[in-house]
């Protein structure tokens, strides 16, 4: 199996069960607003560019994963 897990298995199961496509999504925003945590953090300790658009590098991140 290559590629993310989660992502397979969302593939896979999203199209025929509404329920676990309803906590799949429910996850990746749950997965996407830590990353944004964690990106302004960055921001707040000099780590990560004040520039960069958190939602959007958020959602980047859990995509190409």
Do not use: H
Request: charged share 20%.
């Amino acid at each position: 199996m290559l590629g993310c897990p989660l992502n397979n298995l969302a593939q896979e199961m999203t199209a025929i069960d509404d329920d676990f496509r309803n906590s799949i999504e429910k996850l990746m925003l749950f997965w996407q607003g830590e990353l944004v945590n964690a990106l302004k953090r960055g921001q707040n300790s000099g780590l990560v560019q004040m520039y960069i658009e958190l939602d959007d590098t958020a959602r980047f991140i859990v995509t190409v994963i």
